[in-house]
């Protein structure tokens, strides 16, 4: 390909795939700063292996290879990231909705992200790229390099835990 080819190709990802990954990041770090951070990242990374000329195949799910080694990479560095942060740093809700209706939204992700607490890394990941980001399961096999019945297996389980957490 050429490279005026790739760079639009890049592009289009870019602007399609940015808000989702935005959101992936936001999910698991609980830090829109620190989403920013690694979304810039993840798109840097990708470019600089494009630039070299190594050729990607699928570039969808090469960015999300990307993001999540750079997600495994930032937890690596920071061994947890609190609730704490996430009100720290506030919500962003820009729209003009009712303080009400605000403080609502704010607690309901709150306790979405404390029962998420009893999910390992693997299965929070799936869940938030089956629910959060709308994947389907063969779009999430292809990102994790498994077959798509052993992701349903273990979103069904992820499921199933988190049931029984709320459950209790």
């Known amino acids: 390909m050429e490279i005026e080819k790739i760079k639009q190709q890049y592009l289009e990802h870019y602007d399609e795939l940015s808000p989702a990954l935005y959101r992936f990041f936001v999910f698991q770090t609980s830090n829109t700063e620190v989403a920013s ?3 810039q990242e993840t798109f840097l990374k990708t470019w600089e292996y494009i630039s070299q000329g190594k050729p990607i195949q699928n ?4 960015l999300y290879q990307v993001a999540r080694n750079i997600l495994t ?6 061994k947890s990231s609190s609730l704490e942060s996430l009100t720290e740093t506030g919500l962003d809700f820009e729209s003009e909705t009712d303080i009400l209706e605000e403080e609502s939204k704010h607690d309901d992700f709150r306790y979405v992200i404390e029962k ?3 999910l390992d890394t693997e299965q929070k990941e799936l869940i938030t790229l ?6 389907s399961i063969s779009e999430i096999a292809e990102i994790l ?3 798509p019945n052993t992701i349903s297996v273990k979103i069904h389980r992820a499921i199933e835990k988190l049931k029984n957490h709320i459950n209790q």
Do not use: G, H, M, S
């Not at 570039?59 to 090469?62: D, E, S, T, V």
């Not at 990479?73 to 920071?78: A, C, I, Q, V």
């Not at 089956?130 to 994947?135: C, L």
């Open 59 to 62: 570039l969808r799910a090469f």
């Open 73 to 78: 990479d930032y937890r690596r560095k920071k």
């Open 130 to 135: 089956r629910y959060v980001e709308d994947k």
């Open 37 to 39: 951070d690694l979304l």
């Open 116 to 118: 998420f607490k009893i």
């Open 145 to 147: 390099q498994e077959r």
